[in-house]
């Protein structure tokens, strides 16, 4: 069951702490409750958590009020459970609908959005609640009421109504017709109570494989060292794009090209042709041709930028496509980095990953280019900056970390977007806007992409599963742990065995066959993609 308060302002007693756990049941009209079991016999109990006549229609119930999706009389202006509310709203422990939110960023500048998943005004202090109080997450609630667990006793938690409750896994348990549920809270399971879950369902997803095509800065100050007496950047540089294409070359198709074409006056501020086209297993050939280059000319970062746009490979709607740009200088060749990332990249769903090496780069410009190019980093700078061997490739890592499993997509467009919930390994993520550290949706591509440091969990985790709920937060289908019977996962997904998956494969790490394994349909498959009896290259 999934109810959320938002508006803080709702009918408490002024400094009053209220708890939520068992009550002295059956009860009337408006009593507490966790199942039907806690109401009277012909009474129901809302999924927010009181109790109601019961009703099949709107006949059952008085003319003042209607019949709520979760079968009980409600008043004609309020609701009962997430159903009666318009797109984009959630009802409230007080029977009211009011805006739905799904992480940090969600509800503007003026509002947070509480763990409860609704908005509410921002504050600093009570004087900015009048009536209520400053949570934790720095959002108004109710004096008795919660934003996160923070706001709430030790032995207590924030309940889906934003409200403090017994945890019940350690306090008392839960009343007759309820379980107690993964997270502390209690969950109906008699009839009367409804199901225990709210009728989520778990959406199809596939995790997206990656093009990764290297735009590698070869200027003339590339010959210089990153530390006087050491290394020259080249040696570096090319150093540790072997060791990082050599490691992840059967799990990301990289590309590379070179700038400038050459050092001679006719070619100083142009982008080569592609070196090595954008492919499986490059680690060989991208040595290769970095052995045979060498420093020389200027720094033609927008032309570069500009040349990337037009690889073939990277226009492929079935794979995440990127650009990693390497560059130890700023742009001398007039050039608009920022615009040919934003132009000829971004609006092609090609992201820009920026990392600057050494200390004479244009910080100011690359950070551009990098929120431009949709990478930014949480903080500052927005790119990766590196200014020796152990940072440059610790920079290569965390890109192609990143792009290796932090995409997505869904088998469907939910039908509406503010609907759909995230777990990762069972534990509900927050949906953050400004992609520092969370998950957000794109309808242009139907792709989940996580960032920050959920992005580095589920791309390198093995063990990580992701769970992608449509229609209310339904924490009983993604179970940790699933070989007791519970939701099983999607081809493409995280495995460790068998009953993880819901073909009941577990091939590599990833539910369904790896590429090249004989198939009958492409539910066999990781990929979902099965053609002449094998699994092909595609959404995995």
């Known amino acids: 069951m999934k109810t959320r308060t938002s508006q803080w302002l709702f009918m408490l007693v002024a400094g009053a702490t209220l708890t939520f756990n068992a009550c002295s049941c059956p009860g009337a009209v408006g009593a507490d409750c966790q199942s039907g079991a806690d109401c009277s016999p012909t009474l129901t109990c809302l999924d927010t958590k009181t109790c ?43 029977g009211e609908c009011a805006q739905s939110c799904q992480g940090m960023g969600s509800c503007g500048s003026t509002a947070v959005c509480l763990q409860s998943g609704t908005c509410t005004s921002k504050c600093t202090g009570a004087a900015d609640c009048p009536g209520g109080k400053c949570s934790t997450v720095g959002g108004c609630v109710p004096m008795g009421g919660c934003g996160a667990k923070e706001d709430c006793a030790a032995n207590q938690l924030c309940d889906s109504l934003g409200r403090c409750a017994s945890d019940c896994r350690t306090a008392g348990g839960c009343n007759p017709g309820s379980t107690c549920g993964t997270d502390g809270q209690c969950l109906p399971d008699n009839p009367d ?25 070869k200027s003339g100050s590339m010959n210089d060292p990153i530390a006087a007496g050491g290394m020259s950047k080249w040696v570096i540089a090319t150093t540790a794009i072997k060791q990082v294409t050599a490691q992840y070359e059967s799990q990301i198709q990289f590309g590379l090209g070179l700038f400038p074409a050459g050092g001679g006056t006719s070619q100083r501020c142009l982008a080569a042709p592609t070196s090595v086209t954008v492919g499986d297993l490059r680690a060989m050939p991208i040595a290769t041709a970095l052995d045979g280059a060498a420093p020389g000319g200027n720094t033609p970062i927008g032309a570069v930028l500009q040349s990337a746009g037009n690889v073939p490979e990277l226009v492929d709607a079935t794979r995440a496509n990127y650009v990693m740009l390497v560059t130890d200088g700023t742009e001398t060749c007039n050039g608009n980095g920022v615009q040919a990332a934003t132009d000829n990249l971004a609006m092609k769903g090609i992201k820009t990953f920026v990392i600057g090496f050494g200390g004479g780069v244009d910080a100011t410009n690359l950070t551009d280019i990098a929120v431009a190019g949709g990478t ?28 290796l499993g932090c995409e997505y997509r869904l088998a469907a467009a939910p039908p509406d977007p503010s609907k759909v919930f995230v777990y990762v390994n069972g534990v509900l993520q927050n949906r953050d806007v400004t992609h520092a550290n969370g998950w957000d949706y794109s309808p242009a591509t139907l792709r989940i992409t996580f960032y920050g440091g959920l ?25 940790v742990d699933r070989r007791d019977g519970g939701a099983r996962l999607p081809n493409g997904s995280a495995c460790t065995i068998n009953a993880d998956c819901a073909n009941n494969l577990c091939s590599a790490g990833l539910c369904g066959l790896p590429v090249g394994g004989n198939c009958t349909t492409g539910n066999d498959c990781a990929s979902s993609i099965c053609t002449g009896g094998k699994c092909q290259p595609g959404i995995n």
Do not use: W
């Open 376 to 403: 930014p980093r949480a903080g500052m700078p927005k790119y990766y900056q590196a200014d020796d061997a152990a940072g440059l490739l610790a920079a290569f890592n965390l890109i192609a970390q990143g792009a």
């Open 52 to 94: 109601a006549t019961k009703c099949a229609t709107d006949a059952n119930c008085a003319a003042t009020e209607k019949c709520s999706a979760s079968h009980g009389c409600v008043p004609k202006t309020g609701c009962g459970a997430d159903g009666d509310c318009n797109s984009g709203q959630a009802c409230t422990s007080e």
């Open 193 to 217: 109570g409804g199901a225990t879950t709210c009728g989520g369902e778990l959406f199809q997803a596939a995790k997206v494989n990656s093009n990764m095509y290297i735009a590698f800065d």
């Open 455 to 479: 992005c580095s969990l589920v791309a390198t985790d093995a063990t990580a599963r992701v769970s992608i709920v449509y229609g209310c937060r339904d924490d009983t289908l993604t179970e």
